[in-house]
């Protein structure tokens, strides 16, 4: 049985991808790091509806403690197939934001991108398959009010996904890069209202953390082994 890590995993969208994932028969490895009651959740689900899971936790900005945690997974065999999506927002105008909120954004989300790929990728690269499948944001495509901290770190995610790509595909290895916009869930409902939603995207709807996960679960299949050093949008057709 294949493994798979899911940074993150216990947020909306990180929660579709992990039961996505479990379905489609993979042992999954849900992540977190400030909720561990939610990761657990998360893997009770999933083994309550006959997959299999366990919880891993860390802090994805603290490499010394990647390396630890990863070192300890891959003891085990190499997880052949990784979905970074730990992200942070810290939301202001550039011309108000401190340097701790930049830092903020391009820690977890850029650097820690680095901190749990980078160890994974011998492992993965000796076993010749693997899928490394980013989750990005439709900011780093067109920008965000507030948001240039986060919409440079998940810009940075989609060079390093595109250089990444080039690096592996001998080795049967794909690297890909999901940019949903709005999704339903905690997050949009804490920005958009129903109106603002309709507004904004033209099929008029916020999507589901489920069409996300769709579309990861596709790019760590067998059928998606052409599919490499993409940005792919989720979006209603806002881009």
Known sequence: ??????????????????????????????????????????????????GSAEA???DVTDAAACTQALGALVQHGAIQILVNNAGAHADAPMAGMNHEQWQRAIDVNLNGFFNVTQPLLLPMMRTRWGRIISISSIAAVMGNRGQANYAAAKAGLHGATKSLAIELASRGVTVNAVAPGIIAGSMAAATFDAGAI?????????????????????????AAAYISGQVIGVNGAMA
């Open 1 to 50: 049985m294949k493994r798979a890590l899911v940074t993150g995993g216990s947020g909306d969208i990180g929660t579709a991808v992990c039961k996505r994932l479990a379905l489609d028969g993979l042992h999954v490895v849900v992540h977190g790091n400030q909720h561990p009651e939610r990761v657990e959740q998360t893997v009770v689900a999933i083994r309550d509806a006959g």
């Open 56 to 58: 891993c936790i860390f």
């Open 198 to 222: 309709k507004t904004i995207v033209p099929m008029k709807r916020a999507g589901r953390p489920e069409e996300v996960a769709a579309l990861v679960g596709f790019l760590a299949s067998e």
